[in-house]
């Protein structure tokens, strides 16, 4: 008997034409943030960078010839988009942006900048695609089968290893037909075939944080910093948020924090520590979170720092500062940075 398949969601999708705003006033309004993102208010607003990766996604070119008579390219980056031919349009890459202009719009001292930021989307979330592609491919291939894999779980390497046949028979829409060869290049990528692409990967695997996960999904840092502004009733600064957007206790299947080796330099020489996060109560009692760094050589005495945000940081101010003090007969060494303080420990 098979296994009884499990219902799985689609991959988004770009508007049809016809269900696409008929004026200028029905697009949705877009207010461009400082690199790569936009902000928006109204209800009912597509989140701009759903379409933009569903738009790459259709008018993913496959396979291009950059030179004339040359040797076929896969399709990787943006880079690739904005050379790449596409039927009916300029390139791949001026489909892609025409299709987010017909649902979107900026004001017009605003549209400089939103085409800066719109670029600098597009390039992020153009490989970001493959990445989330080989994800929802093994999570499909498993659903079929009966059995449910989660993100996480795939991201961890829980799921079975899949071979190219496995990957290939569960192409998607925007794949199929006349751009399977090219997602097979794809699906080599995936599966090591590719010594290039390996090679890179092996490097980015070893360079990536494990520092757990977060909870603004899909949210841009700023765009997370005005919602839960709007949540608490008062301003956030950059560091407040960023603090409460990054530390989720991982899942038992995902990473944990490890410990990191920093440089810490003053007149003195060289000296190094060891950060591990710890529970601690701040100066004024108030259970919060804490770095609390080893012992370290100074002079021949031993070295004990703790890490606190300051109080100005957690009201939402921007200024703050890191002070690392050292040990008996050590001078004061500072180090300044936005929202932390950094003070000698009696507990280490």
């Known amino acids: 008997m098979a296994p009884k398949k499990l219902r799985i969601r689609g991959e988004a999708q770009v508007p049809d034409e016809s269900k696409e705003p008929a004026t200028e006033d029905e697009k949705w309004l877009l207010v461009p943030g400082k690199i790569e993102n ?14 933009i990766g569903a738009a790459i996604r259709k008018y993913w070119p496959g396979m291009y010839t950059p030179v004339l008579g040359g040797e076929s390219k896969l399709a990787y980056t943006w880079e690739d988009f904005e050379i790449a031919p596409y039927p009916g349009f300029t390139s791949a890459a001026d489909a892609v942006i025409k299709k987010f202009w017909r649902n979107y719009r900026v004001a ?21 695609q493959w990445y989330n592609q080989r994800i929802t491919c093994i999570g499909h291939f498993y659903a079929e089968q009966g059995v449910r894999y989660t993100k996480p779980e795939i991201v961890q390497g829980l799921a079975p290893a899949m071979t190219i046949e496995d990957f290939m028979s569960v192409v998607p829409h925007w794949a199929d037909n006349n751009k399977r060869a090219a997602f097979m290049e794809l699906v080599k990528n995936w599966v090591g075939e ?7 990967s ?11 996960t977060h909870t ?26 960023w603090m409460h957007m990054k530390l989720v206790t991982p899942r038992p299947n995902e990473p944990r924090p490890a410990p990191e080796m920093k440089p810490v330099m003053n007149g003195a020489g060289r000296h190094w520590w ?13 259970r919060t979170e804490q770095h609390e ?9 031993a070295v004990g720092l703790g890490l606190w945000p300051s109080r100005r940081a957690l009201n939402g101010k ?4 890191l002070f690392l003090t050292g040990g008996a007969s050590a001078a004061p060494i500072s180090i300044r940075c936005s929202g932390w303080e950094l003070r000698r420990s009696s507990s280490v």
Do not use: I
């Open 274 to 286: 060891e950060g591990r996060r710890n529970g601690w109560k701040q100066p004024s009692g108030r």
């Open 216 to 241: 603004a999904g899909s949210s841009s840092t700023d765009r997370y910093r005005e919602r839960l502004g709007k949540k608490l009733g008062r301003e956030l600064g950059e560091m407040e948020a």
């Open 293 to 301: 760094v080893g012992v370290g050589a100074h002079h021949g005495g």
């Open 318 to 321: 921007a200024a703050g500062a």
């Open 38 to 51: 936009f902000t928006y208010t109204g209800k009912n607003v597509r989140v701009p960078g759903s379409l």
């Open 202 to 212: 092996d490097r980015n695997k070893a360079n990536r944080g494990n520092q757990g």
């Open 194 to 200: 590719n010594p290039d692409f390996k090679a890179v």
């Open 108 to 128: 017009t001292e605003h549209k400089e900048r939103a085409d800066v930021v719109l670029r600098n989307m597009c390039r992020k979330l153009t490989r970001q």
